[in-house]
């Protein structure tokens, strides 16, 4: 079966610290990728998807970045945090083309930055 | 653009139903779906309805779509205690229209409250 792991759970950050959070998918291949960031009391916003190795798309400009060095592995980085980048991350996978049943999440990681 | 719009709060007396409203723009959306997010958790798939079907029922979940007026609503039978959490309604549109991925739009999410 398919499970998706997510880490840190949780994390505190100084401003103008790097970030490194890693999602790893487990029981699949070539999984589409997302992370997500939810702010309180806002919806769920796409940050970056992946559909292969390599292949990353932003859906908005910001102070982050993601990279997918390997095939089930889905990392979000920044350079410098800023208080705006406080929020609660979501890593999700969906099957390769062809996949209608929505993603699986990951369990999240709470960011905040002081 | 899709555009995802639910309300954000919802109080409900135990035993009696809930229902969860949500309005969407993309009228390309294949599948539409509802997700529930318990408080610290990540989002939980709850069902999924086809854009081709009017209604889904699920055990306690009932799902109707109105496509004509682009409305989803949830509805929640005999809503319990172990039904707080938010509830996100999601619209699918096609990532990359030849590999046919698909990205979810997620409304805001509804807070869903169940008085004693």
């Known amino acids: 079966s398919q499970t998706i792991h997510q880490w840190p759970a949780t994390l505190v950050q100084p401003v103008g610290s790097p970030l490194s959070l890693e999602c790893t998918v487990e029981?699949?291949?070539?999984?589409?990728l997302y992370w997500y960031r939810q702010a309180a009391g806002r919806g769920l916003q796409l940050l970056f998807y992946s559909v292969g190795i390599g292949q990353i798309s932003s859906e908005v400009p910001q102070n982050l970045s993601a990279s997918r060095p390997q095939d089930r592995q889905f990392i979000l980085s920044s350079k410098k945090l800023l208080l705006s980048d406080s929020g609660f991350y979501l890593c999700?996978?969906?099957?390769?083309?062809?996949?209608?049943?929505?993603?699986?999440f990951g369990s999240g990681t709470r960011l905040t930055v002081v | 653009g899709e555009d995802v719009e639910q309300s954000l709060f919802l109080s409900v007396r135990e035993g009696d139903s809930s229902v969860i409203n949500c309005t969407y723009t993309?009228?390309?959306?294949?599948?539409l779906y509802w997700y529930k997010q318990e408080p610290g958790a990540g989002l939980q798939l709850l069902t999924y309805i086809f854009s081709n079907m009017d209604m889904k029922q699920d055990q306690r979940l009932t799902v109707l779509l109105n496509k004509k007026d682009k409305h989803l609503s949830l509805r929640i039978a005999d809503t319990q205690t172990g039904d707080s959490a938010i509830y996100f309604c999601a619209e699918s549109v096609t990532l990359i229209s030849n590999f046919g991925n698909e990205k979810l739009t997620f409304g805001t999410g509804t807070r869903l409250t169940i008085i004693p």
């Open positions: 029981g699949t291949s070539n999984p589409n």
């Open positions: 993309d009228s390309s959306s294949t599948y």
């Open positions: 999700a996978w969906s099957p390769p083309a062809g996949a209608d049943y929505g993603y699986t």
